[in-house]
C-alpha cells in the first residue's frame, strides 16, 4: 500500500501546498496509453503524462534500450569524456533538426535547457565584443506575453510576468521585454499588424537585446495559444535585420507533438538556438538538448573565458542517451505521423464537433495530438481532475482551459473514450 497520508504530510507536490495540498492519486502501473491506481481504477492518459510520455508507458524498446545499457555503465562525468550513446544521439538530432544546426549541449530538465541557452545568448554577444564587431550591450530579452519557458530564475524572467505563476519572483527577476502575443489564428487568416508591437520593441531596444525567445506556434502552459506560422517567419525576418538571435524553445513541441517533428517546420525558418526536451527521451528520464548555429558556437567560445563555463552533474546521462537513441529511433520510422494524424482527426469528430455549441466553450483549438478547450470561467484544477478521474480518464485542466495531447500509441478505442469523457463533464458543468 502507498502511504498517502504520509506523502501528503511530507512530500511537497509541483504547484501545490504542503499546508492544503491537491490530492495525490496513487498510481501502481502504466501501460501503453493508460495508467491504473492502487485501487485497481484505469485511467487513459490524456496529457502523456507531463507531455513527454509519447511512445506510452512500458515501452518494450525503451525499456530494453535502458536494460542493454545499464550493465555498460549508468553515468560518469561528460567532461573530458564521451560515450557511444551520446554520440549517436548527438548524429539522430542533427540528422532531425534544420541542417544549419550543427552544435548540441546537454542539459538534465526543460528548464536548465532554457537556461544555457539564455547563457550562450549573452556569451555570444561577448564574445561579438571581444572580436570588437559591437559594442552593444545586448544584456536583456524579448519576448511575447502568454510565453511559459520553465521555473528557474532565468526562465521565469522570460515568462509573462502578468499571466504566468511566478508574479511572486517578480522583484528578483531580470526586467526583459514583452510585447502582446499574436491574435491570428493558426487556422486562420494572419493579420499584418499582430508584428507592430515586437517590431515597435526591436526598434526601440535592438542595442539591449541579445535574442528574442518564444515557444514556436504554440504557447503552452502560458495558455494554449496556437499562432499563425506568419508570425514566427516575421519575427525570423526582424531578427535578422536588428541583429538579435533568436530562440525557439521547442520542450514542448518538438517531437512530433504538432504534426511536425519540430513546430518551427510549419514556418518554415531556422533559429539561432534550439531547445528540446519532454519527448526527447520518450517521457523515461530527464533529458534536454540546446542546438545551435555553427556561428553561435564558434562565437560563444570567442568570450573572455574563452570556454562555456555550464556543467550539469547529469550531463549526457548515459541511460538518459540510450533510451532517447531508441525514441528517436521510433520516430525516424515514421509511424507518428499516422498516429498523430488519426488523434487529429478523431478530435475533430469526436471532440471539437460535439462542444462547439456548448454555452460554457469560450473557444476551441487544436493542432496535432493537441485540443484545447476554452471555458469562460475557470474552475478549480482538483475539482475537474476528480471528475475525470472518476470517469475513468486522466487530464489535468487549468484555470479556464481543458485540454488533451495523449500519448502518440493511444488506440483509437480509449481515444474516443478520453474525448467523450471530456465532453460529458464540460456539458455537465
Known amino acids: 500500500m502507498i502511504d498517502i497520508e504520509f506523502d501528503k504530510k511530507h512530500i511537497w507536490h509541483q504547484y501545490s501546498s504542503i499546508v492544503n495540498p491537491i490530492p495525490a492519486y496513487p498510481i501502481v502501473k502504466a501501460e501503453g496509453a493508460i495508467i491504473t491506481l492502487e485501487d485497481g481504477r484505469q485511467l487513459v492518459d490524456g496529457m502523456s503524462s507531463w507531455w513527454n510520455q509519447i511512445h506510452g508507458y512500458n515501452n518494450p524498446e ?139 520593441s526591436l526598434e526601440e531596444n535592438h542595442e539591449r537585446i541579445a535574442a528574442v525567445i518564444m515557444e514556436p506556434i504554440v504557447q503552452g502552459a502560458g495558455g494554449m495559444r496556437i499562432y499563425h506560422p506568419q508570425f514566427l517567419r516575421d519575427v525570423r525576418e526582424l531578427c535578422d535585420e536588428f541583429n538579435v538571435l533568436l530562440i525557439l524553445d521547442e520542450i514542448a513541441t518538438g517531437f512530433g507533438r504538432t504534426s511536425k517533428m519540430f513546430a518551427l517546420e510549419h514556418a518554415k525558418i531556422v533559429p539561432d538556438i534550439l531547445l528540446c526536451g519532454k519527448g526527447l527521451t520518450g517521457g523515461y528520464l530527464p533529458l534536454s538538448a540546446c542546438l545551435m548555429t555553427r556561428d553561435v558556437a564558434e562565437t560563444v567560445c570567442e568570450n573572455p573565458s574563452k570556454r562555456f563555463f555550464h556543467g550539469p552533474t547529469y550531463m549526457g546521462h548515459a541511460l538518459a542517451c540510450a533510451v532517447a537513441n531508441k525514441s528517436l529511433e521510433i520516430l525516424m520510422r515514421n509511424e507518428w505521423q499516422d498516429q498523430v494524424s488519426n488523434i487529429e482527426r478523431v478530435f475533430k469528430i469526436d471532440l471539437l464537433d460535439k462542444l462547439r455549441d456548448v454555452e460554457l466553450v469560450d473557444d476551441l483549438r487544436s493542432i496535432g495530438a493537441l485540443a484545447v478547450i476554452q471555458l469562460k470561467r475557470p474552475f478549480e484544477t482538483e475539482t475537474l481532475q476528480k471528475m475525470f478521474v472518476n470517469k475513468g480518464a486522466w487530464v489535468r485542466p487549468f484555470g479556464k482551459l481543458v485540454y488533451i495531447m495523449p500519448p502518440f500509441v493511444i488506440k483509437e478505442d480509449d481515444l474516443k473514450k478520453l474525448c467523450q469523457i471530456t465532453v460529458d463533464i464540460i456539458k455537465s458543468l
Open 62 to 200: 525503451l525499456n530494453q534500450a535502458i536494460y542493454d545499457q545499464v550493465p555498460k555503465f549508468t553515468h560518469f562525468m561528460f567532461a573530458g569524456t564521451s560515450h557511444e550513446p551520446g554520440v549517436e544521439l548527438t548524429k539522430k538530432l542533427l540528422s532531425l533538426a534544420p541542417k544549419e544546426l550543427d552544435s548540441v549541449f546537454y542539459a538534465d530538465s526543460g528548464s536548465v535547457c532554457v537556461e544555457v541557452g539564455l547563457k550562450l545568448a549573452h556569451l555570444y554577444w561577448a564574445g561579438k565584443r571581444e572580436l570588437k564587431q559591437t559594442d552593444m550591450p545586448k544584456d536583456r530579452f524579448l519576448t511575447i506575453n502568454y510565453g511559459y519557458h520553465g521555473d528557474t530564475f532565468g526562465a521565469m524572467s522570460i515568462c509573462d510576468p502578468v499571466n504566468s505563476m511566478h508574479r511572486n519572483y517578480s522583484g528578483f527577476l531580470t526586467q526583459n521585454f514583452f510585447v502582446k502575443a499574436p491574435k491570428s489564428r493558426f487556422d486562420g487568416e494572419y493579420n499584418p499588424g499582430d508584428i507592430i508591437p515586437l517590431k515597435k
